[in-house]
C-alpha cells in the first residue's frame, strides 16, 4: 500500500486491512435486521398467492432506486400483479398520507408496501386498514413518538433494533427485505430452479449503490460493501440499462465509473424528475430493459436536470441578493438561517438550502409556497446540529407552528402554515443557537496533508480513485499545500480554471476551481494556499492529472 493512501485510511479510522475488503460475505447478515419475519410472511404469501401488491416509494433518488429494487425482485420471484405509485411532490407531499391512500385503493391492493417512506404516516396506516389493505413498512428515516399501526415495519433505525449499521438507505433496506424473501421462497420450494428460476440479487447493486450514494448516508463498512459491489457491476456493463444511459447522459463513462459519478451525474438527473414533475419518470427509466427506451427516456430526464439548474441558478441569485441586501456579517446573521420566497420552485428549495448552507456555514431551511397555500422546507444542517431533533425541539415548544416534519441529521423537511413563518424563523434561530457554538459556524476543511512533488502524480489520482467508494463518513482524500499561480483564467462564467507550479518550478499541474469565478481571482505569477483533490481527467483516450481545488486564499 502506497504511504499516502496508508496516511488516508488511517486518518478515517482504518485500523485493520480487512476493514476494506468489499467482498458480499462481508455484508451484515439479514438475520439481525428486526422485522424481517413479518414482513416475509406477508410478502412470501402476496407471491406464493397471487396478490396485488402496490409499492408506494419517495419521490427522490433513493425512493426511485427503492421502487425499483421492490419491483424488479418482485417479478423476478414470480409475482405478476405488483405496481407502484409515487406521490406527486405538489398535490399529495411526502409518504403513505390518507390522499395517497385513496388514490391507491382504486387499484385495489391486498398489500401496500412502503419504501423509502412509511414510518411517520401514522394516519396513512391508518386509511390503509379501513380500506383492508395490509401495509408493510420500509423505511430507514428517524421515527417519531408513534409508530404506524402496520402489519410489518423494517427500519434498523426503531429503537432497539439489533442491525448494526444505522446508516442503510431507503434503498438498502428494501434490498434486505427481498433477500430474505427470496431465501423464504427458497426454503418453500416455490423456486427451484425448475419450475422459477432463482434470481440473483446481485443483478440489483447497481441500483442499491445509486440509491445509497444519492441519499447521502454515511458509508459505514456495510454501506461501502454494497456500493463497491455495484460499481464493480456497472464498470463491467453489467447495470439496468437505465443507469448506464443516465452516466453516459451526464458524460461519464460507466467503464471507469465512481461514486462520485453515481453522486453527480446519475443522481441529480434521477432527482430532476421528482423535483420538476413526477419520479414516475425516473422510475421507468431505471426498470426499462430496453436501451433505447431508457436512451430516450434518461434523455428526457437530462433536459428536466438542465430546466433544474436553471431555475436553482436564479433562486440562488435571489437568495444571495437578499442576504447582501441585509448588510449584516456573519456575526449578525440568525444561526439557523430561514429563506422564503413566494415565486421560488417547490423542488428546488432542497438544493438552494444546500447552496446557501456552504456560503454562511450555518444550518438553513428554504421554503417555498405549495398548492395548497401551506409553506414547505427544505432544511440543510451542519456538523454539530442534528437537524431532524432540532425541528423536533420546536414543535414541542410551539406545536402551533409546525405541520408534518421528519429526515435525518444532516437534512430534513417540514410544513408550516404561511402566517406562521415568521414565529417559525424566530424560534428556529433560538434552537439553533442554543445547540451550536460559534467555533461551530467556521468553516473547516479537513486536509490529508501535503503532497510531495514526487506524489503529485497521475498514478497517485488512479490509486486514489480506486480506493473508494468514497463518500459520505467516508470523504474523498483532500489535500493542501502552496503553489505559485503561472496562468488562471475564468471557464464557463463561474470556473476558475488554473496552471500551479510546485517542485521548486519543475511541475506544471492543471487546476480548475469550480464555481469560483465569481469570487476572488489570484494574479498571475503570485503565491496561494490550495486544499485540492487529485482528479483523473480522461480526454480522448488520455488520461492526465487534475488538481480539484476545493478552497483557495492568497499565501
Known sequence: MPPVLRRVYTARGIADPAELEYRLENLHHMRSLGGLDAAVDLLAA??????????VGDFDADGATSSTVALRALRAMGLERVGYLVPNRFEYGYGLSPEIVEVAARESPDVIVTVDNGVS???????????GIRVLVTDHHLPGETLPAADAMVNPNLRGDPFPSKHLAGVGVIFYVMLALRARLQRDGWLDGRRREVPNMADLLDLVALGTVADVVPLDRNNRVLVSQGLRRIRAGR??????????????????????????AAGPRLNAAGRLEDMSLGI???????????????????????????????????????????????????????????AWHQGVVGILASRVKERVQRPVIAFARSRDGELKGSARSVPGMHMRDAIGAVATRHPELVGRFGGHAMAAGLSLAEAHYERFARAFDEE?????????????????????????????????????????????PVFDGEFEVLERRVVGERHLKLTLGAGNGTLRLDAIAFNHGETWLPEERSRVRAAYRLDVNAFRARERLQLIVEHLEPV
Request: glycine share 10%.
Open 284 to 342: 421507468e427509466c431505471l426498470c426499462s430493459d430496453d436501451p433505447a427506451r431508457a436512451t430516450d427516456l434518461a434523455a428526457r430526464l437530462d433536459g428536466l436536470n438542465r430546466e433544474r439548474r436553471e431555475i436553482e441558478g436564479r433562486m440562488q441569485q435571489e437568495a444571495h441578493a437578499y442576504l447582501d441586501g441585509m448588510r449584516l456579517d456573519d456575526s449578525r446573521l440568525p444561526v439557523g438561517l430561514c429563506l422564503y420566497d413566494p
Open 46 to 55: 402476496a407471491v406464493t398467492e397471487g396478490q396485488r401488491v402496490l409499492i
Open 121 to 131: 404516516s401514522v394516519a396513512g396506516v391508518v386509511s390503509a386498514r379501513q380500506h
Open 239 to 264: 447495470a439496468c440499462p437505465g443507469l448506464l444511459a443516465l452516466l453516459q447522459a451526464g458524460g461519464r463513462d460507466p467503464a471507469r465509473a465512481v461514486s462520485a459519478d453515481l453522486a453527480f
Open 432 to 476: 439553533a443557537r442554543r445547540r451550536l457554538d460559534d467555533n461551530i459556524l467556521e468553516r473547516v476543511i479537513h486536509s490529508d496533508g501535503e503532497l510531495s512533488g514526487a506524489e503529485l502524480t497521475l498514478e497517485t489520482a488512479r490509486v486514489l480513485r480506486d480506493a473508494g467508494p468514497w463518500g459520505q463518513g467516508f470523504p474523498e
